[in-house]
């Protein structure tokens, strides 16, 4: 099964992450680590932390009326 959604701001994107981390059956903490990051910036990104990045990201697809979509395969998906 697929999961697709619009990505519209930080916090759309966040939600995504957080479900595609979340099917993965990934803690924070365990993505992190697999990452080589921390916890926190897990938890920020899935937060739709404001960044200088994300916000030029998200107004530059605006002025250009670009749509950026999300799709989240499940688990069950990559073993076929």
């Given at each position: 099964?697929?999961?697709?959604g619009?990505?519209?701001s930080?916090?759309?994107?966040?939600?995504?992450?957080?479900q595609?981390?979340?099917?993965?059956?990934?803690?924070?903490?365990?993505?992190?680590?697999?990452?080589?990051?921390?916890?926190?910036?897990?938890?920020?990104?899935?937060?739709?932390?404001?960044?200088?990045?994300?916000?030029?990201?998200?107004?530059?697809?605006?002025?250009?009326?670009?749509?950026?979509?999300?799709?989240?395969?499940?688990?069950?998906?990559?073993?076929?």
């Amino acid at each position: 099964m697929e999961y697709t959604g619009r990505v519209r701001s930080p916090e759309s994107l966040g939600r995504m992450l957080q479900q595609a981390r979340l099917l993965s059956g990934l803690s924070q903490r365990e993505l992190a680590k697999r990452l080589g990051t921390t916890q926190r910036y897990i938890w920020e990104l899935e937060a739709g932390k404001p960044s200088i990045v994300m916000s030029r990201l998200f107004a530059f697809m605006a002025e250009c009326d670009m749509t950026l979509t999300a799709t989240i395969a499940s688990s069950e998906d990559s073993d076929e």
